[in-house]
């Protein structure tokens, strides 16, 4: 065993209390079995030979760019009439892949190739220009010659035996498409190291606990259930993707490398005059096992990249407008006793609640898709009775099927072969929640549609959403990774392959079946998914949530930094346990936690069986009172939630923004870390530390009102807040509007602008058109200051059509502002 097998072991004796010793030694077992199918199913790498693109030999002009041939390797080049750039070593293609949207973007039929000065080759558009130098260095610069990346020659590890192909570049991928043979060789092993300005930070790779801004150091990608909680430092987590956000003040980009296989990405952030004065650059080194070497880069201000990014791979789906409402989640609700007394506590004292889940323990044995009838007799009209009274069910779904013969789904999915096989032909085995297991091929078309059936059973049971959990996936181990064998055969779309591509896209193709399941099951309505696990390209299907975090305030922290990671990721719904997965909080720090929840996409509690209880009545009458504000506040905020919600869609931008995301050349605002943009309109600054009741807040540019005192502050710069237990700080950016919930239905609540020209501002709305696919209306508001007087108005003309409240004092003579320090 090595290290990371010890601290598993340790964590796996959590679960061992849980579900007793018979599951302890079943994880023996599995562990056991996982290394001998691996053993028998994965060929030993011998000698490895080393390959380099070598000198360039010419380039052929295609659609969008063209391909320049080296002596040991070829490069495709393709801008998009998007303006995004793909590049495609040893004739990597940008399809198949999981990430795209379904069909590869047009190219621009505009863009020239041309050889440079230099001995290389030039790709010129409009939005950006690729130049490839003689021996394969790639550069990314803005259309006025500023580099932005330079990904130096890569560099492949293949068989010896390779022979003759490897020198002319072609072993990589066997003929195959996507470097995976017909008998599931790894192919070869990369490297790329790029190297970025030296003031350049680095954001995304999914969801981190350590963040948002990514230090030194290395990153695994390889989706990781931590086993029992993690913190910040543990890496790698639930969700992990080769997406990185890279922002400098020479401009901002995203890459993403589209390759799902095992690897790492290390990152080192540059120094500015370094050495003897000159700049040590930052640097990027990604590194493979297996697959394509193939990547896109999106190149603009934040806003465009992540337009960009959502054209690339498709609009985030919008949820239903209940679930921008306030969740309550527990894994150990007795029965449907106790959910009734939990929902009566809610309304009993006045609350907002909008949803209930329903974890494990509701299931028989663990089972998916069946009902513990002892406990919850008639769970249909339990969900009614809670829908008459505003509460939804929302049920956990986990991909393991209890793999004993009896047991309805286990009999449906071996009569239609959808499980896992080992490279035997047997089903593999593994050990989860319900015992020895199976797992469904999701990356098998069929497989998907069956699954996606099985939702039926959920809807009949009155549940109005779903969250899926465990579906790394997650096998029980002593020892070794806790997820299937890296020999386990996938169908990957009629392609085939192992464990080793497929184990990163597992948790997405899982998504993709149940959203397109609830798609046709429920046609009038939008489904509500969210899901531990994924990659690029979840959010077409649904959301995330954090998994299990500590209770404590580093879990506090590490929860912003999964959300702001995400949103830059392109998954914009998402949210923490709220007071941590395990534990006892505080009643300070579940307080924070649930502060900070109220201004987050999911607003939701949640815990373990082992931990305590998490309704906000159970923290004394104090608590409970500034609780009950912040959910009050989230309820007045659903407007503004649901205009986000559409936002996202139409245009890819996060609810959840860093405060750097209109001004990213602020280097100030690149290193905080402690305050985020809720759209446009709000800037939080959640409290996380431990007995404080004041904090500095870092403001971007412009007028901010703090919302509670209604007091003027002027950035960029940093200002000293009162944050009582009552309250976090929240200010209103000059000029916005903000759509919220008044007595009579929607306002528009007005930030009074600035004075001047340039002292306007706006904002947006869409109105909620139901939970349906009805058409929405998206209405943008401009706002000016004349003659001491706010005047608002829809950008198309007309009046705002909505009562208008005006916050925010009319603004005094600059000497009398109190202006943030820098």
Known sequence: MDARDLVR???????????????????LRSAWRRRRSDAVGLERRGRELARMPGVVEGADPQPGGGVVRFARSSLRVRVTAGGAVFCGWDGAEPEPSYALDGTCPEADERVVLEPDTAGGWRVVSERVTVTVSRTGEVEVRTPGGVVLRRDLPPRWWEPAGAGAAAEHGEAEHGGAEHGEAEHGEAGARWLQRSEVAADARFFGLGGRASGPRLRDGTYRLWNTDPGGSFEPGDDPLY????????????GTHLVFHDNSWDGTVTLREGEEGAGSGHDRPGGCRIRMDGGPLRYWVIVGTPPRVLQGWTALTGAPAVPPSWALGHHHARWGFGDAEEVRRVVAGYRERDLPLSAVHLDIDHHAGNRVFTVDRGRFPDLPHLAAELRASGVRLVSIVDPAVKAEPGDAVYDSGSAEDVFVRDTKGREVRGVVWPGEAVFPDFTDPRVRKWWGGLYAERLAQGFSGVWHDMNEPVSFAAFGEPTLPRSARHTLEGRGGDHREAHNVYGLAMARAGYEGLCELRPGERPFLFSRSGWAGLQRYGGSWSGDVATGWPGLRASLSLVIGLGLSGVPYSGPDIGGFTGFPSPELYLRWFQLGAYLPLFRTHSAITAGRREPWEFGPRVLEHAAAALRERQRLLPYFVTLAQLAARTGAPYVRPVWWRTPKDRAL???????????????????????????????????????TGRAYDGPGQVELDAPLSRIPVL????????????????????????????????????????????????RFATRLRGGEVSVEREDGGEAGYPVRVRGEVPPPPSNRSRGRR
């Open 670 to 708: 690149r290193d905080c870390e402690d305050a985020f943009l809720l759209g446009d309109a709000l800037l939080v600054a959640p409290v996380l530390e431990e007995g404080a009741e004041r904090r500095t807040v870092r403001l971007p540019r412009g007028r901010w009102y703090d919302t509670a």
């Open 239 to 250: 969700l992990t993707m080769p997406v990185q956000l890279v922002v400098a003040d020479a």
């Open 732 to 779: 209103a950016r000059a000029g916005s509007v903000v759509p919220v919930a008044g007595p009579d239905g929607v306002e528009l609540e007005v930030w009074t602008p600035c004075q001047g020209r340039k002292g306007g501002g706006g904002g947006s709305l869409v109105v909620d058109a139901g939970d349906g696919w009805e058409k929405t209306e998206l209405v």
């Open 9 to 27: 072991a340790g964590k796996l004796m959590w679960s061992v209390k849980v579900v007793g010793t018979a599951q302890g030694l079943r994880s």
